[in-house]
Structures are given as C-alpha cells and as structure tokens.
C-alpha cells in the first residue's frame, strides 16, 4: 500500500503533461509563418533563425531588428522587437574555436503550439545550417507543458 502512495506521488507531476515528438510544428505570430521546431531538452533557451540581426536604441532602450530565415521557410517576415536581455551560449560547431561563447539577443516571441498561444523567450541566431529553423528549450517546453517522446515526430493534428 506505501508502494502505491509513493508511485502516485512520482507520477503526479506528469498528470498534466503532454507528449510530443522531438520535432513538432509551430506557427510564428502574428505573421503566420508555419516552422518545424526540435524541442529540446538539453537546451534551456529557445532559438529562432534570424539574420540581418541589427541591434539598436529606441526611446534609451535596446531593440533589434532582425529577419526569420531558413532554407525552409518560403517567407523572410521581419520583426522589430525590445531586446529582453543578452545571453552567452556556448558555442558548440564552430569554425571560430577560440570564441567559447557568443552573445544572442532574446525577445519575446508569440507562437501557436498545439493550438495555443504562447510568449516565448527566443534567442537569435542563424540556423540556417541546421535542420529545423527552431528550437524549443526547456523554459518553453515548461511552459507548454511538453514531455518529449525522442522516437516521435509530428505527433499534433
């Protein structure tokens, strides 16, 4: 009878989790534009493929300009966004080894995930050498409450 209590007690916080594949589609608001995203557990920030990234001053505080871009997406919308904050990501694949970290700007992003909508903190970089110009990190996967079935794709309707 303990043993039940105890493993009602490990399950719970799962109750109200969704699962989904490691790659899942999502809209980008308000434009519409239609991506993949990798939701990622290994990342805690998201990332969204942007180029022509130009950061600048609006009204004493930071804003950035930037395209979404990916061999994938037909559209380039821009956006002109306040600059939330500036993190540091590690750099994993690059060419230049003696940068171990670049600076990213994050805005707030609305997106459709499943058929609702989130704000979603999103760093900016060019990802147009990866496979999905998105990736969703654990702050967001928290936030859409997602668990991520790794042998799955495309799991939404």
């Known amino acids: 009878m303990l043993f039940l209590f105890g493993l009602i007690a490990f399950l719970s916080p799962a109750r109200d989790k969704f699962v989904y594949g490691y790659i899942e589609p999502v809209v980008l608001y308000p434009d519409e534009i239609p991506l993949a995203a990798k939701l990622d557990t290994g990342a805690v920030t998201s990332s969204l493929s942007a180029k022509d990234i130009y950061i600048y001053k609006k009204n004493g ?10 061999p994938d997406i037909k559209e380039t919308p821009e956006y002109d966004l306040p600059v939330t904050r500036i993190v540091k990501i590690k750099n994993r694949a690059n060419k230049e080894i ?19 909508l989130y704000n979603i903190m999103v760093n900016l970089i060019d990802r147009s050498h990866f496979s999905t110009p998105m990736l969703l990190g654990r702050e967001a996967l928290d936030k859409i409450n997602a668990i991520v079935d790794s042998t799955a794709i495309n799991t939404i309707r």
């Open 61 to 70: 505080k930071d804003y950035v300009k930037f395209k979404v871009s990916h």
């Open 98 to 116: 003696w940068k171990k970290y670049n600076s990213r700007p994050v805005v707030k992003m609305p997106i459709y995930f499943d058929g609702k």
